[in-house]
Nanobody
Framework: QVQLVESGGGLVQAGGSLRLSCAASGRTFSDYAMGWFRQAPGKERELVAVLSTGRSTAYADSVKGRFTTSRDNAKNMVDLQMTSLRPDDTAVYYC???????????????????WGQGTQVTVSS
């Protein structure tokens, strides 16, 4: 069992920045690929960024160049630095964990074993 807790959401003006964190507890964190996803009202959960167990990262086209994610296995933490925020970034942001013995990416939210409770990010125009 893995517990995930997101923090750092809030209200920000367009063009601003926020940093989200996801703290993990439970099993060996380095055995889990991680992902950031978001869900806006009336929409499906969509990919934001993914991290492999090998610390490689990949991003959705909509956030590439604006968002940066990283993991610290010693601290069992994953961060998502968001800059140049836009109103269409408004959503609840979730981190997910996927147990794996590979160094691949997992882009489909259905692949993930555990989820945090989510943190609201609201970007005003």
């Amino acid at each position: 069992q893995v517990q995930l807790v997101e923090s750092g959401g809030g209200l920000v003006q367009a063009g601003g920045s926020l940093r989200l964190s996801c703290a993990a507890s439970g099993r060996t964190f380095s055995d889990y690929a991680m992902g950031w996803f978001r869900q806006a009202p009336g929409k499906e959960r969509e990919l934001v960024a993914v991290l492999s167990t090998g610390r490689s990262t990949a991003y959705a086209d909509s956030v590439k160049g604006r968002f940066t994610t990283s993991r610290d296995n010693a601290k069992n933490m994953v961060d998502l630095q968001m800059t140049s925020l836009r109103p269409d970034d408004t959503a609840v942001y979730y981190c997910g964990a996927k147990f794996t013995r590979t160094t691949g990416f997992y882009y489909n939210p259905a692949s993930y074993d555990y989820w945090g409770q989510g943190t609201q990010v609201t970007v005003s125009s």
